[in-house]
């Protein structure tokens, strides 16, 4: 048995191949190392990956040939956390959205298709789809139809493409929505993490809206106990599939992460205000108790707890001489 996971050069992607390995399975990652943020901090990951139980592929998932060429029966379970992330990039290269948020989807899904014994697909799916939906928390059943960036238009494209093949070919599939995930290797093209170098070499950090925009910021250790846990249950035979919130059930200030990575960095933020931009929505919270009723989710890390953690690692990170690189 193996477990294909597509993104694994990535900070979730990563976390989540590293927990499959530490239980013991093998894993087969995918990846591209595409030059989105520096490569370094992938090849980093990889890297930590290497060993008994992990076998790398460089390959995109939008390619074809590459993904059908990994079909064999040795694979069960398909964890597909490629794409191309960031809401405000979507503005400047929308081409790279369409092929790897889209097309990777409808390539995996025929991937899945050749797998003989596939048990269950599970695949990244984002809050982002929520779009300019005012209700919250957000649940699963709320209108996703008012997206405010091309790159949620591709992750709800993404899940109704899934919805398709579920309907016709009966695929098995958990599709997970993420909100705002930080913790240790994350990306640097996020807001805690530029934050966090700018703060610690004197540079302005901006700000929307004084600070006020609200986020769900969920813990790394708690989305990869969430995604393993949908992952491990796939939907019952005939069952339609599955879209998931995952988050942390609470809607902080970027103001308040600000004054964490502050304290824990022991070094005041130099702050710049402007407008929020049409694409970032002003709050994000997710509702998880239909995690919680399938998969006994309950993520247990405050901000609190985890932006220290964060900084610790950053600090050991940045200190290491040949890792040193600043943000894209």
């Not at 191949?17 to 990652?29: D, S």
């Not at 035979?237 to 200030?253: K, M, Q, V, Y």
């Amino acid at each position: 048995m193996s477990i294909l996971v597509t993104g694994a050069a990535g900070f979730i992607g990563y976390h989540a191949a590293a927990a499959l390995l530490a239980r013991g399975q093998t894993v087969i990652g995918v990846d591209s190392v595409n030059d989105y943020y520096d490569v370094r901090l992938k090849q980093a990951r990889l890297a930590r990956l290497a060993g008994p139980g992990f076998r790398f592929v460089h390959a995109d998932v939008s390619d074809r040939e590459a993904m059908f060429a990994l079909a064999s029966p040795e694979i069960t379970h398909v964890l597909h956390l490629a794409a191309q992330a960031g809401v405000r990039f979507s503005m400047v290269d929308p081409y790279a959205y369409v092929g790897a948020n889209v097309m990777g989807q409808v390539v995996m899904l025929e991937l899945c298709r050749r797998l003989p014994k596939l048990a269950h697909f599970t695949y990244a799916s984002s809050s982002s789809v929520y779009g300019l939906n005012r209700e919250l928390p957000f649940e699963e059943g709320a209108r996703v139809d008012t997206p405010s960036s091309l790159y949620a238009a591709t992750k709800r494209s993404a899940e109704l493409i899934s919805h398709a093949y579920g309907h016709l070919y009966g695929l098995p599939q958990t599709g997970l929505r993420f909100f705002t995930v930080y913790g240790p290797w994350g990306r640097p093209d996020m807001a805690y993490y530029g934050f966090a170098e700018a703060i610690l070499t004197g540079k302005p950090i901006t700000l929307y809206e004084g600070g006020r925009l609200k986020r769900d910021f969920t813990y790394i250790d708690d989305i990869v106990a969430g995604v393993l846990g949908a992952l491990d249950r796939p939907p019952a035979a005939g069952e339609a599939p599955l879209l998931l919130n995952i988050g942390n059930h609470r809607s902080e200030t970027v103001t308040r992460l600000v004054e964490l990575l502050e304290s824990s960095l022991q070094r005041r933020a130099v702050i710049t205000e402007v407008p929020r931009p049409a694409a970032d929505v002003e709050e994000t919270w997710a509702s998880v108790a239909a995690i919680g009723a399938r998969t006994g989710y309950v993520p247990s890390t405050p901000l609190e707890v985890g932006i220290p953690r964060f900084a610790r690692w950053f600090l050991d990170f940045r200190a290491d001489a040949e890792q040193v690189f600043a943000p894209c």
